[in-house]
């Protein structure tokens, strides 16, 4: 009985940390001109606390999260999903692939909220691709797919290569690299969008010759939100796709982290 307690007390800590990030993301909406936040309903909200459940149910077997605490789950994995919202690339893209998903992050809570926009959910471990499309159907999803292929595959793949508006990445690696995983899949005129800590020294001087080998913009934008996140580091670097990227990229498995570039 003390254990069903504590587990209750816990998902109302949760779902009330939850309430207050959503409410922070419409009012950033609001702010930025996206007025979303008839959209962030309490079924929005019940919608987002099954998928934790879902994934801290999967954990179990599969390896999807090491986020295990539910109030961290729902900061970290949930309302930080929801940062691109207000980016005006997020409110004109129709066609988004999310590079790298993992156990889900940030597509499925995106696709939750935009039911009118495409999502590609992709990752190379196709247990967590498993598990993703498991949850996209449990979730009532209609606007997802997933695919279990590597980015480096992907991004050679003709059906797929130059035919989104935006790619989205919660990105771990250097920016060179990851750079090579997703800008070939953004058409020309679209983007990239990656979830990051504030930039390290140097970071995006040192992948100024990846964005121009792959047709990125020399720029890239840092959007902070410790409005969102208070107390966090996170930021958004968007790269615009300015011209088509040259074939021999992304480069065969495997290369573009043993040698970025």
Do not use: W
Request: charged share 30%; net charge negative.
């Amino acid at each position: 009985m003390e254990e069903l307690k504590e587990h209750r007390e816990q998902l109302e800590k949760a779902r009330r940390v939850l309430d207050e990030g959503l409410g922070r993301v419409a009012l950033r909406g609001k702010l930025g001109g996206a007025d979303f936040a008839p959209f962030l309903t309490s079924e929005y909200a019940d919608a987002l606390m099954e998928l934790m459940g879902l994934v801290l149910e999967g954990n179990e077997v599969v390896n999807l999260t090491t986020i295990t605490e539910k109030e961290e789950f729902v900061l970290l994995h949930l309302v930080d999903s929801l940062a691109c919202t207000c980016l005006p690339e997020f409110t004109a893209a129709e066609c988004i692939v999310d590079v790298g998903c993992g156990a889900g992050f940030p597509g499925l809570p995106l696709a939750m909220l935009f039911p009118g926009k495409r999502f590609l959910l992709t990752d190379s471990l196709r247990k967590r691709c498993e598990f993703v499309e498991f949850a996209a159907k449990e979730l009532g999803l209609k606007n997802v797919d997933v695919l279990h292929k590597r980015a480096e595959i992907a991004g050679q793949d003709h059906t797929l290569r130059e035919k989104f508006d935006l790619t989205l990445c919660r990105a771990v690696g250097k920016m060179g690299v990851v750079l090579e995983y997703c800008l070939p899949l953004a058409r020309v005129s679209g983007g990239a969008v990656f979830y990051k800590t504030v930039p390290a020294a140097g970071e995006i001087e040192d992948s100024l010759l990846a964005r121009e080998l792959l047709g990125g913009s020399a720029e890239v934008r840092v959007e902070t939100y410790p409005d969102l996140l208070p107390g966090r580091s996170h930021a958004l670097y968007i790269v615009q796709k300015e011209k088509p990227t040259p074939i021999v990229y992304p480069r065969r498995e495997g290369v573009p982290e043993r040698v970025p570039l």
